[in-house]
C-alpha cells in the first residue's frame, strides 16, 4: 500500500523568498508522485508529476519538486513566493503496479505568503 | 477550455432529504472520481469509475450514498437520506484515458450544508 506523508500542515513565508514543501512517501513499488495545489474555494489544479523519467520536475507557476529514492522524498520548491502562491497544496502518490486508480492524498500543507 | 462541471455549487437541505449532485466529466477522460473534502478528515475517496463501470466505492456509507454513471457525461452522487455529519464539499475529477493517470481534473466542488 501506499502512503505519502505532508512534513508540515502549515508553512508561512515572506513575499520574494524561497518556499520548501516537503513531502515523504511509501510505496511497495515505483510510485508515481504529484503535487496538486488548491486555492480557496476551488477545486485542486495539478501543478507537476514525476512518473520515472528526469527525477527533478518542473511545474507551473515556477514550482518544482525533486524525487529522492534513497530518502523517499518528493518536496516541492519555488525560489520566490509570490501572493498568489497562497493556497493550500496535496502531496500525492499512485501506485499503477497495483492496476488501482485510486491516489493517496497528503494531509496538505496551507501555504501562507506575507507582504 | 475544457473542465470538469459540478452542479449545484451550493446546497443547504434539512436533515433526510435527498440530495443529487452531478458532474459532467471532461469529454474523452474515461476515469471518474468522487471525493468528499471536510477539515477533520482532509480529502476522501468515495466512489470511482472506469468507462462507466464502478471499480470501488468502498469509501461510501453504503446504506445512504450511492453513485452511478448513467452516460458517459454524465455522474451522479446522491445521498438519501441527508445527515449533518454529511456537511461537506463533494469534489467530482477526470481523468485521461492513455496515460496520464493521476493527473486528475477536479471540478469547483459542491458545497452541501445539511441542517
Known amino acids: 500500500a501506499q502512503s505519502v506523508t505532508q512534513l508540515d500542515s502549515h508553512v508561512s513565508v515572506s513575499e520574494g523568498t524561497p518556499v520548501l514543501l516537503r513531502c515523504n512517501y511509501s510505496?511497495?513499488?515505483?510510485?508515481?508522485l504529484f503535487w496538486y495545489v488548491q486555492h480557496p474555494n476551488k477545486g485542486l489544479q495539478l501543478l507537476l508529476k514525476y512518473t520515472s523519467a528526469a527525477t527533478l520536475v518542473k511545474g507551473i507557476n515556477g514550482f518544482e519538486a525533486e524525487f529522492k529514492k534513497s530518502e523517499t522524498s518528493f518536496h516541492l520548491t519555488k525560489p520566490s513566493a509570490h501572493m498568489s502562491d497562497a493556497a493550500e497544496y496535496f502531496c500525492v502518490v499512485i501506485d499503477f503496479r497495483s492496476n488501482d486508480y485510486k491516489l493517496s492524498f497528503g494531509a496538505g500543507t496551507t501555504v501562507t505568503v506575507r507582504a | 477550455d475544457a473542465r470538469v462541471t459540478q452542479t449545484p455549487r451550493h446546497k443547504v437541505t434539512e436533515m433526510g432529504q435527498e440530495v443529487t449532485m452531478r458532474c459532467q466529466p471532461i469529454l474523452g477522460h474515461n476515469t471518474v472520481f468522487w471525493y468528499r473534502q471536510t477539515m477533520m478528515q482532509g480529502l476522501e475517496l468515495l466512489a470511482y469509475f472506469r468507462n462507466r463501470a464502478p471499480l470501488d466505492d468502498s469509501g461510501m456509507p453504503k446504506d445512504r450514498f450511492s453513485a452511478e454513471m448513467p452516460d458517459a457525461t454524465l455522474a451522479t452522487l446522491k445521498i438519501q437520506p441527508s445527515e449533518p455529519r454529511d456537511s461537506a464539499v463533494y469534489f467530482c475529477?477526470?481523468?485521461?484515458?492513455?496515460?496520464?493517470?493521476?493527473?486528475?481534473?477536479f471540478g469547483e466542488g459542491s458545497r452541501l450544508t445539511v441542517l
Open positions: 475529477a477526470s481523468g485521461p484515458r492513455t496515460g496520464g493517470y493521476g493527473e486528475l481534473f
Open positions: 510505496s511497495s513499488y515505483s510510485p508515481s
